[in-house]
């Protein structure tokens, strides 16, 4: 319990810090000539300062501790619900949200940057409020406690254990020798692909602002957009093209930008995951845009070549946008033949690359899988054979594949409970199982009544709650999360 309580106590630097964030939008919204949102994120902002302070203070004879598996656990996952509760706070204080629940909704998607949102109507909503929800995507990308182990390197050793809690995948490449280094080294890479793609929205004619949201969703792989047409409401095929790289890029792995920044760029077609993800991406794409080409009246008044250009750049911006779990949109596939929608189905469940800024299973883990099954297979044929998984060249421990197997058996689980329980409120079978898949796998976007054209308003206040708890799990890995609700946890 002592332990505990010096992890708790590390909760409170991270609410001064989300203090510090709402600053940026309280001054914007009284720019913008509103005052009331003004005062409403400056008092969320005191809020979170009083108790992050405040715990501070009562717990000011906490010796620094070293933090064990259970304590980063118990951390991590506090640190994200409370986030997300001062978070939505701006919000509920507001009139443009129903509740509490469809605040903290929209928090925990800015969190997750699952991209799902809450408001009846985004082209209504204030600059303020398009920041604060833009500030909490591009913090969750990378993580809230990645940033607390850059900044804070007297966290120790206990640091890997936060950042393996939070980490987007199976594994952390080490980057270099300690661990508050590989945390920054991930940060300037972040930094980096975000002020790049901002700068380069900026010069293709996006005003600022909006260059500045829409950057920080794309490279965070969320999905809040300015517009609630999304994408597709600037008409700009460019704009288009480069955010197709762009969310190309926040899918892949980041340790292997640094190999590419040390001066290895080979590293990135010999690391064997992002060759698959290369593979689904362009295979995904050419069939659902020969699919739109052959099966769809879309763009019917264009010459064959230019027709087929079109269909492939909107093919291309879904499937890399549902693949990486961004979820911007660009066209409105609910209106697409069965096979592209299938296509789009099957994308919600693989995620980008361990180590990037997706959500999903990820493709280490599908890779991982089917060799295994491979290897099963080769077993009944072969009962005395001696085969190896391996991936890059490397076998994998045993262990690890125990562990992957373990994740995809509870990620299955928990996707049929979310569908359950979503129809047991009323909605049809495509809806409920999109929304599980888009709240699991932090996509934001789903098919049926969560399509571009469909809105997450539709579900009632105890269903948002629900579904914002599939967010923080899939975002959190699951076993980060779920292993608070064993018994066995909170045993000495």
Known sequence: MIKRLY??????????????????PGALAFWEGRPDLGWNLLLSACLALVRGGGFLFLTRRERRRVISSRDSFLFVTATWVLASFFGALPFWLSEYFADFASAYFEAMSGFTTTGATAAANVDGLPMSFLLWRALSHWLGGMGIVVMLVALLPLLGSGGALLVNAEASGPTVDKLTPRIADNARMLWFIYIGLTVLLIGLLWAMGLPFFEALCIGFSAI????????????DAYGSPGIEILLIVFMFLAGVNFSLFHKILKGKPGALFKDEEFRVYLFIVLAAGLLVAGDLFLNSPLAPDLPPLKRAGEL????GFQTVSILTSTGLSAADHELWPALSRAVIFLLMFCGGCSGSTSGGIKILRLTTMVKLAVNNIRYMIYPRGV????????????????????????YVFSVLILTLVTAAFGFDLTTSLSAALASLGNVGLGLGGIAPSGSWTLFPAPLKLILSFGMLAGRLELFTVFALFTPSFWKK
């Open 7 to 24: 992890v708790l106590r590390l909760t409170a630097l991270v609410q001064m810090g989300l203090a510090g964030l709402m600053l940026f």
């Open 220 to 231: 965070s792989s969320g999905g809040f957009s300015t517009r609630s047409q999304g994408i």
């Open 387 to 410: 085969f190896r998984l391996k991936i890059n060249k490397t076998e994998v421990p045993k262990d690890v594949v125990y562990s992957i197997a373990g994740f995809f058996a509870l």
């Open 312 to 315: 492939w750049r909107k093919a």
